[in-house]
């Protein structure tokens, strides 16, 4: 457990922050899933990009 007394900023009050291990470790891994949901779905963003962009494109001319 780790503890320190902080001052705010309006150097009106004082506040006591604790902090657990086990908090930070949940904290880490919630982080770590969310990346990994972000950047799935970027790859799945590159990947449609990437396969439009290899479509020819329909031109508006017609014969």
Do not use: N, W, Y
């Amino acid at each position: 457990m780790e503890v320190k007394l902080l001052a705010h900023p309006d150097g009106q009050e004082q506040f006591v922050l604790c902090r657990s291990q086990a908090r930070h470790e949940k904290e880490v891994a919630l982080f770590q899933r969310q990346r990994d949901r972000v950047r799935e779905k970027l790859f799945q963003i590159d990947a449609g990009l990437r396969r439009d962009k290899a479509k020819p494109a329909a031109s508006g001319i017609q014969t």
